[in-house]
């Protein structure tokens, strides 16, 4: 089999140097690999399996013999030069918001709905929002077990995911705090170090953050339940990386859980860490640079009926974007 060529659209930001770390790590076959990012990353140099790569400026010329491009690199890049890549012949996974509610557009989490990768008429893949991803890893073995109805959620976001700048932002805070120098917020709208922010992403008409109503289209979108009732709010918190989630799921059927914690058994990429009697829960500290996502605090909901209360963590830099890119670059290869 012939091993594909590859490119990485902003291949020197956190989640492209996320995703040559589990193109590697994952052994993934690659022919060639381009690495692709704006003017001024131009030049630098990557190592890859031992290999010095040299960063290219991305035109929308960039992508000739290429296979399969993976961009991060913000939704008004991956506007503009993803449907050159397409058009080129390469099939784009795309990590920004630009495509994914296109209905001719798959959204794909591999642990979830593989097989809709396969159909990509306009050679767009798009990658879901890493909270969306890191919640549904959750979700979609109890929906196998119960059925899914409903979903009530509070996440608490990293900095992490508003990239460089967020942990520099934070790291920066603290350093004053600590120092007694004064200070202002740049990135977040309000301080972030010792502080929790009830905003991520711009408020819309409804009084929910675009961040919130991810959870709901998107949730909907992957899951094929197009009458999933979701109610999210997003918190941004002064961790450096990892995404919690705090969920309320009701179900169609009665709900167990006991049942519950065996329904993630032989699922990949989520494991259970739930032995509250033992202080075992997942924690952000657990699943920063791993692949799994960790639910814990599994029990039955007080107030609705056939519900539960849990609580997921996974690493949104990782399986909430590079990894899960890797993952659907990986379907497409054994289609």
């Not at 190592?47 to 399969?68: K, Q």
């Amino acid at each position: 089999m012939q091993q594909p060529h590859l490119a990485i659209v902003g291949a020197t930001g956190a989640v492209g140097v996320e995703m040559l770390h589990c193109l590697e790590q994952r052994d993934f076959p690659v022919g060639t690999l381009k690495l692709l990012a704006s003017a001024r990353s131009a030049g630098k140099r990557m190592t890859f399996r031992g290999e010095e790569l040299i960063v290219e400026e991305l035109t929308h010329d960039s992508f000739d013999g290429v296979d399969t491009a993976l961009f991060s690199a913000g939704g008004s890049i991956s506007k503009e030069f993803a449907p050159s890549a397409a058009a080129a012949g390469a099939v784009v996974i795309d990590n920004s918001s630009a495509f994914r509610m296109d209905a001719d557009v798959p959204l794909v989490v591999p642990e979830i709905n593989a097989a809709a990768a396969l159909n990509h008429p306009r050679n767009l893949i798009a990658n879901p929002n890493c909270t969306t991803i890191i919640s549904l890893m959750a979700l979609a073995p109890l929906h196998e077990a119960f059925g899914l109805k409903s979903v009530i959620a509070s996440s608490y976001q990293a900095v992490s995911g508003s990239g460089a700048q967020g942990i520099a932002e934070l790291e920066e805070q603290v350093r004053a705090i600590v120092q007694g120098d004064a200070f202002t917020p740049k990135v977040y709208p309000r301080q972030i170090a010792f502080n929790v922010i009830p905003q991520v992403d711009a408020f819309t008409d409804n009084g929910y953050t675009k961040e919130e109503l991810k959870m709901l289209h998107e949730g909907r979108k992957i899951m094929g339940l197009p009458g999933l009732r979701v109610s999210c709010t997003c918190v941004r918190v002064p961790v450096y990386r990892s995404h919690s989630v705090a969920v309320t799921a009701a179900f169609e059927r009665p709900v167990d859980a006991d049942v519950a914690r065996a329904a993630f058994a032989g699922k990949p990429g989520v494991r259970v860490v739930d032995d509250p009697a033992g202080r075992l829960y997942p924690v952000p500290l657990d699943t920063t640079g791993k692949d799994d996502c960790l639910v814990g605090r599994i029990r039955n909901n007080l107030v609705l009926e056939n519900a539960l209360d849990l609580w997921v963590v996974g690493d949104q830099v990782r399986k909430g974007a590079a990894l899960n890119a890797v993952q659907i670059a990986e379907v497409l290869l054994c289609a």
